[in-house]
């Protein structure tokens, strides 16, 4: 599968203190598996759900970030997690880890779970 071309928007899945956090500070490293690898895990609309669902399932402190492209620069590089899925990430400027800035959000919303899957006003018409 080829790298997708770049969405006007990416989304982040934040818990409700990263979320604090970033309104806060006005950034963010993200959580341990973003600080160990040195990039903000991200998704396209149409794989926030499956990501949801391999790495969230139980939790109900989410918000779904809808973050603006074209404020992340070079600093947002897609790469292969399997033979069929390229995820982005964001590194920041020559991949130096820079935080993801709050300046970038174009919007947050609450994640609820509804009927076992998990929902929000961002996520209507997504793919699952």
Known sequence: MAK?????FVYRISTADEWAQL???GGTLGGDLDRSTGCIHLSDLSQVKMTLKNFFLGRNDLYLLQ???SKLSDGLVYEAADDSNYFPHFYGPGRSFAPLQLDAVIKAEKIVLVNH???????DGAEP
């Open 23 to 25: 309104q806060r500070t």
């Open 4 to 8: 997708p071309a770049v969405q006007a």
């Open 67 to 69: 973050v603006d492209t």
């Open 117 to 123: 899957d998990f929902t929000c006003s961002v996520l």
